[in-house]
């Protein structure tokens, strides 16, 4: 078999066996298979796509490149969720410690921010002491003592994927739907789960800018999951606005916390008790949605949800007393207000501008090797379809250096687009798959 | 500017600027974009294609790569002629003495044999003592001297196209027109001519299968070259079977001198009569086609297109009495014929295995490094349209190895369809394009 060959065939728009997959993925992971070779025939499967079969195979030699983790002594469902990524998207934070309430078990692998979106990994690093690369060993000890872990991918698991994102990172090739399936699925795969609830987001805040993308995205994943014998399901959700009301690392934790108190902006808190109840059906500790969602306002109701979170935190090495003193939570030296320079309604928010603002303030990543903020971000006091005034806050930057603050103030007002006319926000579930 | 971007750019089809092509090869060049980026943009541009504005300047930027030389002092016109390839094709042996002769200067840089189609330079080689590794300071004054030679590509001229070749051939990027034409015209482009004759091949021999496609590289190759300032003229001719009657090295070169004494099968005479006459009108020694035809015909019988390649053996190093000894030239040991099984008329022939049976042979590479066996190859006897019956010869195999002999002489006798039905020739001469 010759690396030039399977190019060719997908070049024109043929199918590729498995074997020929294979061949790909195995030989780059070990470096036979160059990388030219490799991003050339990437920027084919851009251009001419995939079979749901092909994506399947891809996911499932990417998957064996590395690690498997088999978590079936347990003897317990274990479920994960994964989102495609967003701006203000700190549903984890509260998702995994309500699951494992209910006792399912929850072997969460996450991923860091990386350009307008942020990251878990870092979210959980503001809490001074949080680890987050534990080592396998560590992670199955986790789960069988309190049920529920949360770190960062391993170099054990699918290292296929990391060489493949590193490529398509510098290709052009990323926007891809069966690589991004593929890519998501090998890793969650290799989670040792029983269920996987995926979280699509929609908008402009999102990789998929329209409903019928997203859609797409999540039916092939869902294949995928199940061609791999998961139970998953996956609901598509709005993005065309932050989520929540705080964006960055440290804001973010502290509106977790605060959702796991039972407070919180509504679209933040229905969207972890639908996702919760998702994720608890899959696990069997609920029997249909209704009960899923009554079981996540119990376990926030009665503490069960918030005392698990403290077990987290104390088991990956973290501050337990930031949970109820969030002064112990970095913070941003600085506040400035962005106000709203005419009347009207707030018809639109471009949220990847947010993401970017955020960005520039030092709560994400321009690059894999840049380094976080914690303390910094932006609250967000206006949101979709409220009424302003010349003078109403739209949102509160957080920064700690003068340096790029002008730009990101610049960006956050552009972000937000006033108008005469009244609207509606849009809903924050889409749609259901499962 | 970053090269992940102007990839994304043709990934989605628009049209890249002639800044952005200069980065590209540029940075290609001096090591400082990465061949697995260059290799996605190859796989971009073969998939979305490029306008001609945009391949004159990838092949201006491919040229302006290395060194342009520099003959105007010669003050003389100066003609070379480019075929895209195929199985037999020997004109070049033929057309410069000829055209030399005529006064016009020849700077013709050839290639070498690479899978089924054959190289210049490789005949020439078979030549006792025959050197085309030439510096540009010999080639220039060869041509001061005697107004043409016949060297290989040195290392200075457009080393772009060289690192860029070299990647299309592992990454299944060959077959695309701009890139093809770049590559062609940048190399021809150097070689400080006034004219190009391009003889584009059309056939299963060929690497355009379709003369639609062949007229379209033409096309775009004319364009290339007036772009540039050049005169530029085409030539579509068959290849549905091999030119002449040999096949092989020291065998094409024999045929090659027999029609410098004007014997030989007709339509090896008429391309090289064709080829000469379209060079001697971009090169002034004729007004017209007609008046190029019978200059053609003169310099032959005058003996003086004879005496011009005894000059040039003489300056390359070669040994001239190989011109009137053939004896001289190195001969295989060993011949099979490869007679007909059936009786009929023979309806096609399979050129690329023709061609492909001769590589096998040892007169072609497998790979770049290959060595060639200068003396083997084959003679054909049949033709399309020719009546046979069964133990006609078809073709006569000359080898020094039986290893894979047997491979050769199967894939000889298939590449022959032998069917019930009359069929006349393809014409040899398709088209012109002035």
Same mark, same amino acid.
């Given at each position: ?16 066996? @498995?074997?020929?997959? @294979?061949? &790909? ?125 949360? &770190? ?15 490529? @398509? ?23 040792? &789960? ?146 709203? @320079? ?11 501008? &947010? ?80």
């Amino acid at each position: 078999m010759r690396a030039v060959d399977i190019i060719e065939k997908k070049r024109d728009g043929k199918t590729l066996t @498995r074997d020929e997959i @294979r061949f &790909i993925v195995q030989g780059y992971t070990a470096g036979e298979v160059a990388d030219y070779q490799v991003s050339a025939l990437l920027m084919a499967i851009f251009l001419r796509g995939m079979t749901d079969a092909e994506a399947i195979a891809l996911t499932e030699e990417m998957l064996y490149s590395g690690e498997v983790i088999d978590l079936s002594d347990l003897d317990r469902p274990r479920v994960d969720k994964h989102s495609t990524g967003g701006v203000g998207d700190k549903t984890s934070l509260v998702i995994a410690p309500v699951v494992a309430a209910a006792g399912v078990i929850v072997p969460m692998i996450s991923g860091r921010a990386l350009a307008h979106s942020g990251g878990t990994l870092d979210k959980l690093e503001s809490i001074p002491g949080f680890r987050t690369n534990l080592s396998l060993t560590e992670f199955r000890s986790m789960l069988e003592r309190i049920g529920v872990a949360l &770190i960062g991918q391993t170099a054990e698991i699918a290292p296929a994927d990391r060489k493949l994102y590193a490529l @398509r990172d510098v290709t052009a090739t990323v926007p891809c739907r069966p690589l991004m399936a593929a890519s998501i699925m090998s890793k969650k795969m290799a989670e040792g &789960i029983t269920g996987l609830v995926l979280d699509v987001k929609v908008g402009n805040g999102a990789f998929m800018k329209s409903e019928d993308e997203a859609r797409k995205l999540a039916e092939l994943m869902i294949q995928v999951a199940r061609g791999l014998g998961k139970d998953c399901v996956a609901l598509l959700t709005d993005m065309s606005q932050p989520l929540g009301s705080r964006v960055g690392n440290a804001l973010e934790v502290i509106e977790a916390f605060e959702a796991l108190r039972g407070n919180g902006p509504e679209d933040f808190i229905t969207l972890c008790r639908e996702l919760s109840a998702e994720m608890l059906v899959l696990g069997r500790a609920a029997t249909n949605i209704d009960e899923g969602r009554a079981r996540y306002d119990e376990l926030i109701a009665s503490g069960a949800a918030l005392e698990k979170m403290r077990e987290i935190i104390v088991a990956q090495s973290g501050e337990p007393r930031t949970l109820d003193d969030y002064s112990l939570l970095p913070t941003a030296r600085h506040q400035r207000v962005v106000k709203a @320079r005419r009347k009207g309604y707030v018809q639109a928010i471009d949220t990847e501008a &947010i993401g970017r603002a955020s960005m520039l303030l030092g709560a994400g990543r321009l690059r894999l090797d840049s380094k976080i903020d914690p303390g910094v971000g932006l609250t967000i006091a206006a949101r979709i379809g409220d009424e302003v005034d010349e003078n109403t806050p739209l949102a509160t930057l957080h920064y700690n250096s003068a340096v790029l603050m002008d730009e990101a103030a610049a960006l956050t007002l552009q972000a937000y687009q006033i108008g005469g006319e009244r609207v509606e926000a849009p809903p924050l579930i889409k749609a259901a798959l499962r």
